[in-house]
């Protein structure tokens, strides 16, 4: 039973900064894919960054430039580095991982954390 845990959310000004981490326990094999999506009121959950096992990263475009994703392979986290935060980024953030070839189709997902971006 892998498991995820989000951590960092909160309540932060626009122009702010916060920095979400996940970790993940629980899993047998190795994950592959790695990464945040958002959910905000009345949207579709749409994907923020993810990072593959080999190193590879896709931003969407809205958060390109301000955001940066990392992975910790041996404590088996990922975090999101957000910075100049704008009230668009407002959102429930889940984490997502995935065991590639050794769970095809399987989607792990965290309980979500709440980003909020407000004055």
């Known amino acids: 039973q892998m498991q995820l845990v989000e951590s960092g959310g909160g309540l932060v000004q626009p122009g702010g900064s916060l920095r979400l981490s996940c970790a993940a326990s629980g899993n047998r094999y190795s994950i592959n894919i790695m990464g945040w999506f958002r959910q905000a009121p009345g949207k579709q959950r749409e994907l923020v960054a993810i990072?593959?096992?080999?190193?590879?990263?896709n931003y969407r475009d809205s958060v390109k430039g301000r955001s940066t994703i990392s992975r910790d392979y041996a404590e088996n986290t990922v975090y999101l580095q957000m910075n100049s935060l704008k009230t668009e980024d407002t959102a429930v953030y889940y984490c997502?991982?995935?065991?590639?070839?050794?769970?095809?189709?399987?989607?792990?997902w965290g309980q979500g954390t709440q980003v909020t971006v407000s004055s």
């Open positions: 997502y991982a995935d065991l590639g070839w050794y769970e095809p189709g399987v989607q792990h």
């Open positions: 990072i593959t096992s080999d190193g590879k990263i």
